[in-house]
């Protein structure tokens, strides 16, 4: 059956950066988009971006551009989110989800497995 | 960004109701909208996409109906386990955004 298993919850503080793990297994990794969600009390459920691990490109919102980087390890079947200069509205808990419907017939971005999420504190 | 506002944002039903929830979009999206089920503590689940079309897996009581910019999540006998909340989510446009969310709670 198709899983996310993400990495464990983290403590950051200001200015640091985070890194989530997303690790994939029950199809094939490079066949479908792999997008990351947050939420967060104050602002709901916020699309950060997405990855195609076949070809490794990617998209992000632009709230998110030029401190956001995703990357993929196609040997491990494994996404990973970077967040960088973290502020505390960076608290969230962030969901790695797999787009529906394969690459090969489109990039609709909605979501039918998602990841358990990773919660990450960002305290001084 | 489109704006995506759902009404309303807490409602109280009872075992057997049928319930609506509504979705506007601030432009148009076609029929390009997911709804979700979240319950506490777990990550969202797809129930309806494309507007109108069930998941697998979704129960049947779940419908979805709309276009334009005006979109309904109805559920036709409430289940103990259909209480939780329901999120919209628009992806005509980039970048991609969520409703607030429906708290459907127990009468």
């Known amino acids: 059956q198709v899983q996310l298993v993400q990495s464990g919850a983290d403590v950051k503080k200001p200015g640091a950066s985070m890194k989530v793990s997303c690790r994939a297994s029950g199809y094939n990794f490079i066949d479908y988009y792999i997008h990351w969600v947050r939420q967060s009390p104050g602002q709901g459920l916020e699309w950060m971006g997405w990855i195609n691990p076949h070809s490794g490109g990617t998209n992000f919102a632009p709230k998110f551009q030029g401190r956001v980087t995703m990357t993929r390890d196609t040997s491990i079947s494994t996404a990973y989110i970077e967040l960088s200069s973290l502020r505390s509205d960076d608290a969230a808990v962030y969901y790695c989800?797999?787009?529906?419907?394969?690459?090969?017939?489109?990039?609709?971005?909605?979501?039918?497995?998602w990841g358990q999420g990773t919660p990450v504190t960002v305290s001084s | 960004d489109i704006q995506m506002t759902q009404s309303p944002s807490t409602l109280s039903a009872s075992v057997g109701d049928r319930v609506t929830i509504t979705c506007r979009a601030s432009q148009n999206i076609v029929t390009w909208l997911a709804w979700y089920q979240q319950k506490p503590g777990k990550a969202p689940r797809l129930l309806v996409y494309?507007?109108?079309f069930l998941e697998r897996g979704a129960p049947s009581r779940f419908s979805g109906s709309g276009s334009g910019t005006e979109f309904t999540l109805t559920i036709s006998s409430l289940q103990p386990e259909d209480f939780a909340t329901y999120y919209c989510q628009q992806y005509n446009s980039y970048p991609y955004t969520f409703g607030q969310g429906t708290n459907l709670a127990i009468k």
């Open positions: 494309k507007a109108s």
């Open positions: 989800a797999r787009s529906k419907l394969r690459i090969a017939v489109s990039n609709l971005p909605f979501f039918d497995y």
